[in-house]
Nanobody, 121 residues
Framework: QVQVMESGGGMVQPGGSLRLSCEAS????????MAWYRQAPGKEREMVAS???????TYADSVKGRFTISGDNARNTVYLQMNALRPEDTAVYYC???????????????WGQGTQVTVSS
């Protein structure tokens, strides 16, 4: 069984910063990618930032220059530093991990339960 746990959400004023943390734990052989997604009320879930193992990070256009993804896939951890937050960044943020549980098992994807980020004055 694999668990993905996020932390660090909260309420902040426009222009402020927050840092989200995520750790995947349990029966994990190898993580191939970790990422952050978000879902605002009435909207579809969208990718915010992605960190594939051995590849370059990618960002949604709306967060480039403001958000930074970092972490260590070998340690199953990922962070999202969010600066210059805007009201439109308000959403539930989900941590995503993709990997394999055993040396010859297929690849699976796991999601955290989400953490609320609210940007409001």
């Amino acid at each position: 069984q694999v668990q993905v746990m996020e932390s660090g959400g909260g309420m902040v004023q426009p222009g402020g910063s927050l840092r989200l943390s995520c750790e995947a734990s349990g029966a994990i052989f190898k993580i191939n990618a970790m990422a952050w997604y978000r879902q605002a009320p009435g909207k579809e879930r969208e990718m915010v930032a992605s960190m594939p193992t051995g590849s370059t990070t990618t960002y949604a256009d709306s967060v480039k220059g403001r958000f930074t993804i970092s972490g260590d896939n070998a340690r199953n951890t990922v962070y999202l530093q969010m600066n210059a937050l805007r009201p439109e960044d308000t959403a539930v943020y989900y941590c995503y991990a993709r990997g394999i549980q055993y040396s010859r098992s297929p690849e699976y994807a796991w999601w955290g339960q989400g953490t609320q980020v609210t940007v409001s004055s």
